[in-house]
């Protein structure tokens, strides 16, 4: 059995109070606003356990800004957040790192300037022993970059030297250490905001290769795309945004690229498709 399905049945073993698997991640009634545009207006999302969610939906659709939500970057103005159940409401990014959720926003956060191990452990440095780490507050620059080296060969990112500063990578490169740094740290799951949209497709195909090795450690994984071939080739379950709100969930396997991007632009009803707001999702 691999490390996914056995997230798969692990999460069998834990009914959620519809009898379903309880979500890792779960919102209801999310909304937003600026001035007069309404971002997000009541919207649902759920993430299931060991599973790969696709979020697709137009320009505009507010999928980051639910993805803002859900990882602590916009207070939504109402509306539940609940992780494994818990209702939470993370102030920061900072608290739902705390809580083993990590993002990789679609504005890229690395500092180019920095090798790669310092970007792996940006605001996480690892401190020398005693008081030159307790009182001078000194990096351990060897154990870091050991334990760079080490995370970059367990996902399969092949980068000859992590004292290279990041502006000399490529752009797949880039996010891979972007991509790495989330699996490294994330303990719940990992949140994507269109990790491939800036890369040409050898080096998306690499990033969509990292996805599906941190998916097989069992760790869930939230993928915003527009590229349909990525996500029919990646997803187990498609959330489909249209107007601030989640319009439908579709299974890869029981629908086309053309269904979605049928709910994606208004053009089919979902509850003609079947991909209407899943059983076992009732508001609370
Ligand atoms: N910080 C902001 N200030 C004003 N408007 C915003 C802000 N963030 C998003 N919006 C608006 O909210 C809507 C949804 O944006 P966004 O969540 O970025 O959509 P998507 O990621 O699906 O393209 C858009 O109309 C966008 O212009
Ligand atoms: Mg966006």
Redesign the pocket.
Known sequence: MSERERGRRQSTAAPGPSGGPTPVLEARGLSKS?GH?E?MVDADFDLLPGEVLAVV?D???????LIKALSGAVAPDRGEIRLDGERVSFRSPIEARARGIETVYQDLAVAPALDIASNLFLGREIRRSGVLGSVFRMVDAAAMRAEAQHQLDALGVRIPDVRQPVESLSGGQRQSVAVARAAAFGTRLVIMDEPTAALGVRESGMVLDLIRRISARGLPVVLISHNMPQVFDIADRIHV?RLGRRAAVLNPRDHTMNDVVAVMTGAADPESLGGGTPAAREPR
């Open positions: 600026y545009v971002a939906g320009n505009g659709a507010g999928k980051s800004t945004h």
